[in-house]
């Protein structure tokens, strides 16, 4: 069974610490070029490779990555 993977990241709360684009096994996530509130590189989702694994959420200091996995 194949599950597709999306994630919504809270961007003004994120710190771009970057652990979640160093732990992701498919490097769907990347640090934004673009600046928060606060002055922090976001992080964001990248491409469509996403397979929902939960490990940028698991890693994320601040929890502000929500994982999302639909059956295909």
Known sequence: ???KGAIEIDAQHCKGCGVCVANCPTGSISLSRMVNGKGYN????VGDA???CSACALVCPDSVITVYRVKI
Do not use: Q
Request: glycine residues 10%; negative net charge; contains cysteine.
């Open 42 to 45: 976001y992080a964001e989702m």
């Open 1 to 3: 069974m194949a599950f």
């Open 50 to 52: 996403c397979i929902g």
